[in-house]
């Protein structure tokens, strides 16, 4: 399905983190179809560059990107010519690992923590006093994820990581709009990307029993498309959502209440 334009969003300059591929990509492709101009940031120097040359093909628009680990905050004066002139931002990188608490590997998940929640918090951080000072304000768009609702104490990081961020969203959005910048979250359920191949595609016996009885679960019968996120995403970016701040809303067909 072909998103709706949004006039109102053509030439604005959109940054995306973990924008090269699965959902940020997704949601980057969908500003560009807006006519944005795009500043993709992620780990991986070839995906961004395939990326970025992708978006410039299809939209002929101004794409520029920088291979960043967000992990480390030392790294995010280097992303100041981004951030700086951005109207809108899409903190959509990082992703925790699965396990229980007695599972998780201390490092690991510091490391996923600092790259996940750490990073939206700052860049929001490092944005702000740049949205405040524009006439029209700003748009920062937090990706976060349904764990946040489904409390899952085998996949512990990933639950206090989303729970975290998504009660940041709120407290931020609900004040921010005092400085004309709206905040708001989007929850992706689970959705068809080249990490949950795995859920279409098993590679072993033992994932195909794991992942048969999920997949036979989900609503339509399917996973969501990453589309789904990204026209929500634009939909939030434009004037149409002006009234919207301080939200996080939930993109799973509501498998979250299925058991």
Not at 6 to 28: E, P, Q
Not at 146 to 172: Q, V
């Amino acid at each position: 399905m072909t998103a709706p334009i949004y006039t109102d969003l053509k030439n604005k300059i959109v940054m995306v983190t973990g924008g090269s591929k699965g959902i940020g990509f997704g949601i980057a492709s969908a500003f560009a179809a807006q006519g944005c101009a795009i500043r993709l940031v992620a780990r991986d120097p070839v995906s961004l560059e395939s990326a970025q040359q992708q978006l410039v093909k299809e939209f002929g628009v101004d794409v520029k990107s920088m291979a960043v680990n967000l992990s480390d905050d030392k790294n995010f004066d280097a992303l100041a010519p981004f951030y700086e002139d951005a109207d809108i931002l899409v903190n959509s990188a990082g992703a925790m690992g699965r396990g229980s608490l007695q599972d998780i590997d201390p490092e690991k998940f510091r490391d996923a923590w600092e790259g996940k929640v750490m990073s939206t918090i700052f860049l929001t951080r490092r944005i702000y006093p740049f949205m405040k000072k524009r006439p029209h304000g700003g748009v920062i768009i937090n990706i976060i994820g349904i764990a946040a609702d489904r409390l899952n104490f085998k996949s512990i990081g990933t639950t206090t990581a989303n729970a975290a961020l998504a009660a940041f969203t709120k407290a931020m959005g609900s004040e921010s709009t005092n400085d004309n910048i709206r905040i708001v979250g989007i929850h992706p359920g689970l959705i068809r990307t080249p990490r949950t191949e795995v859920l279409v595609n098993p590679t072993s016996d033992a994932d195909r029993n794991a992942y048969e009885k999920l997949m036979k679960n989900l609503p339509y019968g399917r996973m969501g498309e990453a589309s789904e996120i990204a026209n929500l995403a634009i939909f939030l970016a434009s004037q149409q959502s002006a009234y919207t701040s301080g939200e996080v809303i939930s993109v799973d067909a509501g498998s979250r209440y299925r058991y």
